[in-house]
């Protein structure tokens, strides 16, 4: 960083004149923005959040052996991580019983899935997802041109069979499948996805974001997908459960030979040092990811008991957060507004059928009472039909 | 993460089988990467590395403001970061004088330049930088498929007439020049960089890499260029005099017209929250960025008087780094591997004429002494020169 020199004098022709050109596919691109985050909202309304539950981020934060790990790596934060996270990948492929060539690590599942866009979609190219599933999947798949096809939820889940024959219809060089699914919140059980990749075409990639993997309850199971199988890309991430959002680092699990693909383009040092010690010192404390997801447990049985009281109804949830079906998207909307109003972030799920839902990510129990308290007084006092 | 569930049975037939082909750009680009790095050397030699000199890291650390914000940073480590950046760029926007707008922070300016290769290239479009200049840039361009036109070094210097020059012929999209110059430690000064952007075709894009900015000594100057000029693109980075490399964070300087047309493509969530914190605290504490400076002037003259000891001719510097003439490409190939016996981490240059160099990053006075006693050692020894 250095300060010296660029002036802001305005050079009234510089615009006019001849200039560098974006490229096609750039221009064609919306100026949009898949989130609003947190922080562009405190500035706008120039009030702090109480409590925030709208990014599914973990407000149990990371594991005391990971906070120690990532003190610790601060020491060395002038030497570029390692570009191959090989102890980080050791350490995974030991515990999910495959080879160290099968796994990739990214900056997040935001990194893998821009990885994931440009090495398997060109301009055109076919692309199925659920409508209203992952924004910022869809928004990697704008940026190399990709074509969406939109298949929309079924009773509140990703349609697996509707998901399946667009693939086949339109030919799709990628299916994307939330599992658990954000935002619903549900999931399909093992036998229903292994289902699912023995009906895609042998030609579909399915992304498989598995974000959500360590909240399934021990009643359900994540399907088992052979590691050499090329048509499936699972991917996972330290920021829910591990609660390493701000560090970001998540890793990709598939054959070999797309892990080597995704070499040739993936930012070699991209990946920080700081995440590389966190990442690896959270796989070791497991005993703090079974703490978190039983408070996230209990949290979810007590959503699901206030939205009951308040007549609402919680849709099930296999997730850290849960997404409560308030009616209508106006409502929803509304409610959204007036929570952060009462200091209380959250979000909503933008497409139909569940644009009616709120998603409220599940926090400690104080966080959990600050958002009962407001939801409550805002029931109470009849603001949520206000016209 | 979470550990369950994927197997490593091979099975014979998913090879063979019809798979989801990746995109012909990406079958296209070959199995290399821009560097191999010191880890995957100690792993290799299975030798720890006692000074590691080779990738222009700081051996001085980063700041005590800034080792502080980060661990206080890590309290929120569950978070994601802001993805507006929007303190840091407040606080670069004053340091610079300039608008908000005209700033993009990324995970570094490798980061940023896999941003500008999509932003600006397409598949078939030409490309300047000089013959051995930095690689990850070549990389980000064979990554979107442009075509590279590299235009050697001449006097050991980017040849800005031979760079105009090739822009011209080529109808180039995007000219590549690092200023302070990666790896031959030169340095054009303002008025010939400013004559140098004059000379491009309007059409052409400018990325001014000035990663090393902190380091040009008083009695050079970097140019002044409008701000509003869209035609030149700085890049700036904290990893160098800031010691933030394994924090991974950079930012750039340009028409704001460029910085919302990258908003349409950047990982909005993917600067992590470490650095942002890191970052902003480094800005602040411009004393511990002149104490890093002076100690790097000191072991340049350090360097240079060892390269004139031993009879080697140091280039002038004015980086963090020293380009040592070794001779010829192999000598200065076997003093790296040399070196590297001794544990001494260095790199050398890979094209000529810059090849028949070794470059070697500035270190605190032990780190210097570890490299001077281990060259002597093998210049004396005559080990340079046996077959």
Do not use: W
């Not at 499948?177 to 579909?204: C, I, K, Q, W």
């Not at 799920?349 to 409550?376: H, M, Q, T, Y």
Request: aromatic letters at 6%; glycine letters at 8%.
């Amino acid at each position: 960083m250095s300060t010296s020199k660029p002036t802001s004098h305005p050079s009234p022709t510089s615009t006019a004149a001849p200039r560098p050109a974006f490229t096609r596919l750039l221009e064609a691109l919306p100026a949009s923005v898949p989130f609003v985050a947190p922080d562009a909202l405190m500035r706008r309304t120039g009030r702090p959040i109480a409590a925030r539950l709208g990014a599914n981020e973990s407000l149990f934060g990371a594991s005391p052996a990971a906070m120690k790990a990532m003190a610790e790596a601060l020491a060395d934060v002038s030497f570029y991580g390692d570009p191959e996270s090989f102890e980080l990948r050791e350490a995974l492929a030991e515990a999910h019983g495959v080879s160290r060539d099968a796994i990739v690590v990214g900056s997040g599942i935001d990194d893998l899935l821009g990885l994931t866009a440009r090495a398997f979609v060109s301009v055109g190219d076919p692309v199925v997802m659920s409508l209203g599933g992952y924004p910022t999947f869809a928004y990697s798949i704008d940026g190399v041109g990709g074509v969406l096809h939109r298949v929309p939820y079924r009773y509140d889940r990703n349609d697996l069979d509707g998901l399946a024959a667009a693939a086949h219809t339109t030919g799709a060089k990628v299916v994307y499948l939330s599992n658990p699914d954000n935002p619903s919140g549900s999931m399909h059980d093992a036998v229903a996805v292994e289902a699912f990749v023995r009906a895609l075409p042998a030609t579909t990639l399915l992304v498989l974001d598995e974000a959500y993997a360590d909240f399934v309850p021990p009643s359900h199971a994540l399907p088992t997908i052979d590691i050499a199988h090329a048509g499936v890309l699972r991917m996972r991430t330290f920021s829910k459960a591990c609660g390493l959002a701000g560090a970001r680092i998540g890793y990709a699990l598939t054959a070999p030979e797309t892990i080597r693909a995704f070499d040739k383009i993936r930012p070699h040092f991209g990946v920080n040092r700081i995440a590389q010690a966190g990442a690896l010192a959270a796989i070791r404390d497991r005993p703090f990811v079974d703490h978190v997801v039983r408070e996230v447990a209990a949290g979810r049985a007590e959503y699901a008991g206030l939205a009951d009281e308040l007549g609402f109804n919680a849709l099930p949830s296999f997730t850290n957060f849960v997404t409560i079906d308030i009616g209508n998207a106006r409502r929803a909307t509304r409610l959204v507004n007036l929570l952060l109003d009462h200091g209380v972030f959250i979000r909503k799920p933008g497409a139909p059928p569940l644009d009616r839902c709120i998603r409220v990510s599940i926090g400690r129990s104080e966080d959990r009472r600050l958002f009962a308290d407001a939801l409550r007084a805002i029931v109470r006092t009849g603001a949520l039909d206000e016209a």
